[in-house]
């Protein structure tokens, strides 16, 4: 079976060097990846350069490896029904399901194979990139220690007068229930956890003048003087308002408790962007613990939301988090090339392949489509009386939002984010895309591509 198996893999490699589409995207890999450091230009930094190198990298990588899946998937299965070459396969002793295995499995080593180029070169491109100022350059130092790195980030827990929470919660529903404004659907339960998560947001906006504290658990404690971690965090002005130069915070940070080291840091930061600085290791406790304060000396409300505040620790060598970035990328084009190889075993090719692009587009834009279809007239343009249009916008809508459901959304799956910050891509959010993408999805919609391809008349006999 094997054998059989490896065989249409090794000619699904043979067409796809034959195949223009497939080469121009190659080409196009070949050349702009080497050429990246000196097209696009960053901040000024070396920092800013490398963030920009490996966000434009990776973009380029997801969008040409997702076409070349699309149309290699495609083009190698219905090109073979269509010249009835596969008539000449369907009478070897290879089962159809094994036919389309080897389908998938040829498209995929050889997006595997792309990828482990992209990736080596983009390796090598960025390293290039933050070693422009030499050794100890502070930029490069800043490149290396903030980008190419794989620090694992541990939120800071707020806290929260939780007792006042509670008690300010609770005198609002026992208000309510005076003035009889406590809906009888309702459970009372239901509506106390609905004000105490009102009052708990409350309790995250800091005024001017006052202090707020976090403590992050879980940390390793410092080997070296020499080590350092990072605190990332990130604030809102004000909500539904726009932000300016006005908007920007004044504080002090305080890092540590009195027991182990106490180190201050102040701030000038904007608001709704992303900030960083670094202070020694040993200021976390023998227990793994970290205090966090800040003060605000701004005459603006500062808003810090859930998980705004983190901890980055250094926990591995940039590689491995390019290296799981690339199987993230590698498991969304296992699940395309399951569904290209899917629709195939039905449609002719320009079908496929324009059904491959909706699904495509619908995969990457997601939640962005569903509020399309929710906002959009789908049936305005049809001469279609009243009732008759409302029935089918409805049902239209109910269409559309059942496929949706059924399609992955790749943003859940996008690495770019936390490698180019230099956080740790968790372990866990790669098996949940293997299992996810490729087991789950991936193999109800082959199971599907084999059952129609199992029934499929490709040849009748006349006598």
């Known amino acids: 079976m094997l054998k059989r198996i490896y065989a249409v893999a090794r000619k699904t490699w043979s067409e796809a060097f034959h195949n223009r589409a497939v080469l121009l995207i190659m080409l196009l890999f070949v050349f702009l990846l080497p050429a990246l450091p000196f097209l696009v230009k960053g901040d000024g930094t070396q920092k800013g350069l490398v963030q920009l190198i490996l966000t434009y990298t990776f973009l380029l990588a997801h969008l040409l490896i997702s076409v070349l899946t699309c149309v290699l998937a495609t083009s190698t299965v219905c090109g073979e029904i269509e010249r009835k070459e596969v008539h000449i396969t369907d009478t070897k002793p290879l089962r159809r399901w094994e036919f389309l295995f080897g389908k998938w499995l040829g498209v995929l080593t050889l997006d595997a ?24 350059d502070a930029g490069q130092e800043e490149a290396f220690q903030e980008v190419l790195v794989s620090r694992r980030p ?10 006042k929470i509670r008690e300010a919660a609770v005198q609002e529903l026992e208000a309510m229930r005076e003035r009889g404004d406590i809906d009888p659907r309702v ?12 009052y708990e947001k409350w309790a995250r906006n800091i005024p001017p003048g006052a202090r707020a504290r976090w403590m992050a658990s879980g940390l390793r404690p410092a080997r070296d003087e020499s080590e350092s971690i990072h605190v990332r965090y990130t604030y809102q002005s004000s909500e539904g308002e726009p932000f300016g130069e006005q908007d920007t915070i004044h504080g002090l940070w305080r890092i ?11 701030v000038d930061a904007t608001p709704g962007t992303p900030h960083e600085f670094e202070v020694p290791a040993k200021a976390i406790g023998e227990d793994g613990t970290l205090e966090l304060q800040f003060v605000h000396e701004s005459p603006i409300l500062a808003i810090f939301q859930e998980e705004n505040v983190q901890v980055l620790q250094g926990r591995g060598p940039f590689y491995l988090n390019e290296a799981k970035a690339l199987l993230l990328l590698l498991f969304q084009a296992a699940f395309l090339a399951a569904f290209a190889v899917a629709v195939s075993t039905y449609l002719t090719f320009p079908v496929a392949a324009l059904s491959m692009f909706v699904v495509l587009v619908a995969c990457l834009a997601g939640e962005g489509v ?3 279809i929710e906002t959009s007239a789908l049936v305005q343009p049809l001469p279609l009386p009243g009732r008759s249009r409302y029935v089918v916008d409805r049902g239209l809508r109910v269409f559309l939002n059942a496929v949706l459901t059924v399609l992955p ?4 799956y996008t690495p770019i984010d936390l490698l180019i910050t230099g956080r740790e891509i968790p372990l866990s959010l790669v098996a949940q895309a293997a299992a996810f993408l490729v087991i789950v999805r991936g193999g109800a919609v082959a199971a599907v ?3 129609i391809y199992r029934f499929r008349e490709l040849a009748r006999v006349i006598a």
Do not use: N, W
């Open 370 to 372: 569903a509020d399309l």
């Open 187 to 198: 459970r009372e339960e239901a509506l106390l956890a609905s004000l105490e998560a009102k």
């Open 256 to 266: 540590g408790s009195p027991e182990t080291a106490l180190y201050q840091m102040r």
């Open 113 to 136: 194979l792309l990828l482990l180029l992209i990736g080596s070169v983009s390796y090598g491109v960025t390293l290039h990139a933050a070693r422009r100022g030499g050794p100890g």
């Open 449 to 451: 591509g084999c059952l």
């Open 409 to 412: 959304k790749f943003g859940s």
């Open 154 to 163: 541990t939120p800071a827990r707020a806290i929260l007068a939780e007792d």
